[in-house]
């Protein structure tokens, strides 16, 4: 099912993805840019504190880029809201044809 690799995007490594699956677009320098996390391959310890110091490091560093990172981050929908619209419509339009 994928789980948080289908949702959430590295700030520092996945750009292109995240406006691929955010806006469409195959390009994130025109549509912005819709990381939303730190994330990090592998189930080791030394994965995780990577990408915690990696947050860290943002949160008590540069706070400006933090306050932006949050604002765009509660911007997205991750809810099943607009999955479950398109399955309806879908439903609908293959019951009438």
């Known amino acids: ?5 289908d949702t959430v995007f590295d700030v520092d490594t996945e750009k292109a993805r995240a406006a691929w699956e955010v806006d469409g677009s195959t390009d994130w320098k025109i ?8 994330s990090f391959d592998g189930t080791d310890a030394g994965a995780l504190d990577y990408a ?9 560093n540069d706070r400006e880029w933090w306050r932006g990172f949050q604002a765009r981050v509660m911007r997205q929908d991750w809810s099943w809201n607009r999955p479950a619209l398109d399955y309806i419509e879908l439903y609908y339009g293959a019951t009438k044809g």
Do not use: I, P
């Open 52 to 60: 915690l110091d990696r947050a860290l490091d943002a949160y008590f």
């Open 31 to 38: 549509t912005g840019d819709q990381t939303n996390g730190f």
């Open 1 to 5: 099912t994928g789980g948080l690799r």
